[in-house]
């Protein structure tokens, strides 16, 4: 089966620090990874795709299946980066649903 | 053109009420899914439809079903209700098509049921 682990709930930082949101998933093929991100009352929307392989917002994230992780990465916070990030997997293209990891809600402290 | 869009946004129900929560989705998308998103669990996948047939669907009880007309607006269906069904339900539409395509969410919505 596949699982989307996102191992901590709450990441506070400072603006300016450098940000990681964990994700760590299960899945024995070549799967299809997201990061989707909530600001406060919007909803839900894509922020990147691994297989797009670009920057948004600052924010990279590589997918290293030795490790099975596609964990979220950006040099210098925000205040506006403060929001709900969700990891989810998709085993493959097209016609399956995203299976989500439990979120982390990223706190960015000026 | 216009996003995703579920009606009611909130709903307050009673214990063994059913409930049915609409989502339109974006023109000239076919799939459309629905999650339950709780502080606890996150999202949970709850079905997903494709041109008017279920094409897949979670783990959830048979009092969660849904339906989607011709136009692809769907409709979820919640009978019996339970204390535990207050969550916010959202819906998301995508052209299924291609790699990695983009789910676009509408706003949720909010069922509390008393």
């Known amino acids: 089966a596949q699982r989307v682990t996102q191992p901590e709930k709450l990441l506070s930082v400072f603006k300016g620090a450098p940000v990681e949101l964990k994700c760590n998933y299960s899945?024995?093929?070549?799967?299809?990874l997201f990061w989707y991100v909530q600001y406060s009352r919007q909803r839900l929307q894509l922020l990147l795709r691994?297989?797009s392989r670009e920057s948004i917002k600052g924010f990279t994230a590589d997918l290293n299946k030795g490790e099975t992780s596609f964990h979220l990465k950006k040099p210098f916070a925000q205040e506006e980066d403060s929001a709900m990030y969700y990891c989810a997997l998709s085993p493959s293209s097209g016609n399956t649903p995203l299976v989500f990891g439990k979120g982390t809600r990223l706190s960015v402290i000026a | 053109k216009a996003g995703v869009t579920q009606t009611p946004r909130y709903l307050i129900k009673t214990r063994g009420q059913q409930v049915t929560l609409s989502c339109s989705p974006i023109?000239?998308?076919?799939?459309v899914s629905w999650y339950q998103q709780t502080p606890g669990q996150g999202l949970q996948f709850l079905f997903e439809y494709f041109s008017e047939t279920q094409r897949n669907k979670g783990n959830f009880p048979g009092r969660f079903s849904g339906r989607q007309f011709s136009n692809s607006r769907s409709e979820m269906n919640v009978s019996t209700l339970e204390l535990g069904d207050s969550a916010l339900y959202l819906c998301?539409?995508?052209?299924?098509?291609?790699?990695?395509?983009?789910?676009?969410f509408g706003q949720g919505t909010r069922l509390t049921v008393v």
């Open positions: 023109s000239g998308h076919r799939s």
């Open positions: 998301a539409s995508s052209l299924a098509t291609g790699l990695a395509p983009e789910a676009f």
């Open positions: 691994h297989i």
């Open positions: 899945y024995s093929g070549s799967p299809e």
